[in-house]
């Protein structure tokens, strides 16, 4: 059984940064591609970013592309997600996700691919 557990979250102004942090644990960190997601209230959740099991691949939203990035180091079992120039829209509750199953080379965008999700973190963008 994967547990996650998400930190970092908080209240940043806009152009602030937040680096969240994902830590792994139940599991064999480096078989398996992370993905973050984040979630409004009466929206679906949506896909942020991904990173491949060596981290040698990483994909992004267009909304968050050359702001976020995404980093994992296989040691800590550790998954991150740096946030830059932190805009109102990007307020959600953040959440890191494993999939376990994949024998895919692509890392996937789908949240329904990814079999374990951490319990989010709040991120509120505001003046």
């Known amino acids: 059984q994967v547990q996650l557990l998400e930190s970092g979250g908080g209240l940043v102004q806009p152009g602030g940064s937040l680096r969240l942090s994902c830590a792994s644990s139940?599991?064999?960190?480096?078989?398996?591609?992370m993905g973050w997601f984040r979630q409004v209230p009466g929206k679906e959740r949506e896909f942020v970013a991904g990173i491949s099991r060596s981290g040698s691949t990483t994909v992004y939203a267009d909304s968050v592309k050359g702001r976020f990035t995404i980093s994992r180091d296989n040691a800590k079992s550790t998954v991150y997600l740096q946030m830059n120039s932190l805009k109102p829209q990007d307020t959600a509750v953040y959440y890191c996700?494993?999939?376990?199953?994949?024998?895919?080379?692509?890392?996937?965008?789908?949240?329904?691919?990814?079999?374990?999700w951490g319990q989010g973190t709040q991120v509120t963008v505001s003046s």
């Open positions: 996700a494993a999939d376990v199953t994949s024998v895919a080379v692509v890392v996937s965008r789908t949240a329904a691919q990814y079999d374990y």
């Open positions: 139940g599991g064999t960190f480096r078989n398996y591609p």
